[in-house]
């Protein structure tokens, strides 16, 4: 449905008519451009109006007559579904009447006259299309419910509140929205299990389903959790831990060592003779004497990793699998803390920048696992959620 359709231009007319005018859109056959910028005009400059009010009086002249003619052709068809044209024509042309109606009469000063612009008393005939153009969409609507196919109900929906927006109140549309949307959701089930080799505690599974599932939904796409009753689902979806891996505790010592030279102190410039050189002025010449420092940095690292992965499973509700997404998560522990011996000022920016920290308990292999859970629900959430299409017919 286009009821819209006029204002849109008229926005769009308001944003160029400092650019182009109406006659600009009168020659290019866009008549409501061209009454919605000429109205424009009229209301920013009403004393130098006359290009506007004559481009206007055309304009007008043929949109009413171009919209008359189709809506009689369409009448004398007889097709139903050309009431939803047949209103959208008398809509349009019931608003750009409004618009005008304000400024009637328009004087002509360059022609002594009032302009001929003869409105039309379409309300009537808006309110006869309005109905059969509800009418119409409302029973299409409901031979699509009857169906009782979860597209064609998604397709009854979208005609229920078309009849909505052209007749609010129209019989029991809001019921018959309801029912459509309803009946064209697909419910999701989305389970947790570990098929590992090690042994996960429950918390760790609970964790992975404590969720809101409202961040999944989509349009027509319902998700569960934790269902007991798995056969009155549209899909499964399952996610399976299938790897957990751990490595060892490690804990690499490295060293190396700062060098800088700074200045200490000066020695006197001596001649061939071991005598003191004198500058022009007669003074001792010296220049600045330079010593190494050094600092050795000591730098501790504790690592420990592991790789926890799984597969996405996606299912009919019969229980054939069609898709399946692997995913993989690195779970690490690292810690690292440097001290040093020597000259402090010896140190780089960047060795100045660890030395410090303390030594950390490492985490045991069931912590470490626990710690994931997160990242595997963000996982499985971003896989489901990107292949939203795949449960969606």
Known sequence: MKAFHFLQILLLAFVLHSCVGANYYLKQGNYEAAISSAISKLRKNPKKADKQILALEQAWKIKSSESLNEIEKLKIQGNPESWLRIHQLYNELDKIQSAIEVYLPLFIKKEFRNADIELIDVKQELADAKLKAASYLYAQGELKLAKNSKQSAREAYYNFCDVRAIFGNFKDVDTKIDEAYALGQNHILIGYSNHSLMIIPEEFMNNLARFDENLLNGNWTNYHLNASDRSSYDYLIEVHINLVEIGPEQISNTSYQDKKKIQ??????????????????????????????????????????????????????????????????????????????????????????????????????????????????????????????????
């Open 264 to 393: 200490d102190g000066f020695t006197y410039v001596l001649d061939d003779k071991g005598n003191v050189e004198k500058d022009s002025l007669g003074n001792d010449i010296k220049v600045p004497a330079f010593k190494e420092i050094t600092a050795t940095v000591f730098r501790t690292e504790q690592t420990k990793v592991g790789i926890l992965g799984g597969i996405v499973e996606f299912k009919r509700g019969s229980g054939q699998v069609f898709q399946s997404v692997p995913f993989q998560e690195n779970l690490v522990f690292k810690n690292f803390y440097a001290t040093f011996q020597g000259d402090r000022n010896a140190l780089s920016k960047e060795s100045k920048n660890i030395i410090g920290g303390n030594p950390l308990t490492f985490p045991s292999n069931l912590q470490m696992v626990m710690d994931a859970s997160e990242l595997i629900k963000k996982k499985s959430y971003a896989i489901i959620s990107n292949n939203e299409a795949l449960v969606l017919n």
